[in-house]
């Protein structure tokens, strides 16, 4: 069974930035091969695909967030990472770590077969 374990959520102001973190408890060869992603979800919205990275490096983001955010992972770490710049407060909600899509690129929910437990994040105007 594969865990996921977010972390790097916090509170900050406007115009502010954060790094989240999502460990993997699999073998490196096999995070390696892992389509992964971010998702978020805000009270009372459905959830909803933020950026995927492929096991070649390609990358996709929701219209939202281009050029504000980057994914990326550490295969020797078995980590995946979001970089959040020039956030904003409608950036607030959970934030979820996705694993293993069956789909390249996919920002889908459906797609993802493993889920972490999220991680907060609150932007204040």
């Known amino acids: 069974q594969v865990q996921l374990v977010e972390s790097g959520g916090g509170s900050v102001q406007s115009g502010g930035s954060l790094r989240l973190s999502c460990a993997a408890s699999?073998?490196?060869?096999?995070?390696?091969?892992?389509?992964m992603a971010w998702f978020r979800q805000a009270p009372g919205k459905e959830r909803e695909g933020v950026a995927a990275?492929?096991?070649?490096?390609?990358?996709s983001y929701a219209d939202s967030v281009k050029g504000r955010f980057t994914v990326s992972q550490d295969n020797a770490k078995k980590t995946l990472y979001l970089q959040m710049n020039s956030l904003k407060p409608e950036d607030t909600a959970m934030y979820y770590c996705?694993?293993?899509?069956?789909?390249?690129?996919?920002?889908?929910?459906?797609?993802?077969?493993?889920w972490g437990q999220g991680t907060q994040v609150t932007v204040s105007s």
């Open positions: 699999v073998y490196t060869y096999t995070f390696s091969r892992y389509r």
């Open positions: 996705a694993a293993d899509s069956v789909v390249s690129l996919s920002l889908r929910v459906g797609h993802y077969n493993y």
């Open positions: 990275i492929d096991s070649d490096g390609s990358t």
